[in-house]
């Protein structure tokens, strides 16, 4: 069982293209979200799923897209990419919305 | 609104003394507190949590957390530290089990164990 994985695992972008990031699990989790990681900021959630076909906006969700088409599935796009959208990207699901979260290991993105 | 604040952005620890990183939070129900840890280029990895019951958590490697209400806070504790404890670590808090709610992390506080 892989858990969470995602891809790529680093990614440099031209600042203005399209850039998806993907997220897979295999626990048949309902919940699914997305965090950006900034240094003295923690984590903050982008975007957020609570089972297939529904997905709910986060802390910071301009300049993001999601779309949960089948419980295993999270692809976060962003459509034209800005500098400020350098981070690291975390993935995460939970059996319910309310459960303990399980983490993949993260895309570094860096817009140029 | 929920919050949760971890004033200290470094813990620095010897091994084989007691350590403690503090968490406070600010919910406006019955708060459901979460310890993380972060290994260098790694993903978060849960560690403990408290819902209800017994305001002393014990988790994964040894570590314990405090659950606090009158002080609103949620320390995490270990008797003693070891050189591999050295990570990020993160306080969340989820204000209650409704779908509407969200999990909120703190800024995390980095342990530094030296042998």
């Known amino acids: 069982i892989a858990g969470i994985t995602q891809a790529p695992t680093s990614q440099i972008l031209a600042a203005g293209r399209r850039m998806t990031l993907r997220c897979t699990q295999d626990m048949r989790h309902n919940a699914m979200y997305w965090y950006r990681q900034d240094l003295g900021l923690g984590l903050r959630l982008i975007h957020y799923s609570n089972t297939a076909g529904t997905t709910g906006k986060g802390e910071v969700p301009d300049g993001y897209s999601v779309s949960r088409a089948n419980t295993d599935d999270f692809p976060l796009t962003l459509a034209s990419a800005v500098p400020s959208q350098t981070s690291v990207y975390f993935c995460?699901?939970?059996?319910?919305?309310?459960?303990?979260?399980?983490f993949g290991p993260g895309t570094r993105l860096t817009v140029l | 609104a929920q919050s949760v604040a971890q004033p200290e952005d470094q813990v620095n620890v010897a091994e084989g003394n007691p350590l403690t990183v503090k968490c406070t939070y600010s919910v406006s129900g019955n708060p459901y507190l979460f310890w993380y840890v972060q290994y260098p280029n790694r993903g978060l990895q849960f560690l403990l949590k408290?819902?209800?019951?017994?305001?002393l958590v014990k988790g994964s490697y040894g570590f314990e957390a405090e659950f606090n209400k009158s002080q609103t806070s949620f320390h995490l504790k270990k008797p003693s530290a070891l050189v591999s404890d050295s990570a990020l670590y993160f306080c969340a808090v989820r204000d209650g089990p409704s779908s509407a709610s969200k999990i909120i992390f703190g800024s995390g506080t980095r342990l530094s164990i030296r042998p």
């Open positions: 408290y819902i209800t019951g017994d305001n």
């Open positions: 995460a699901s939970s059996r319910e919305g309310k459960d303990t979260q399980y």
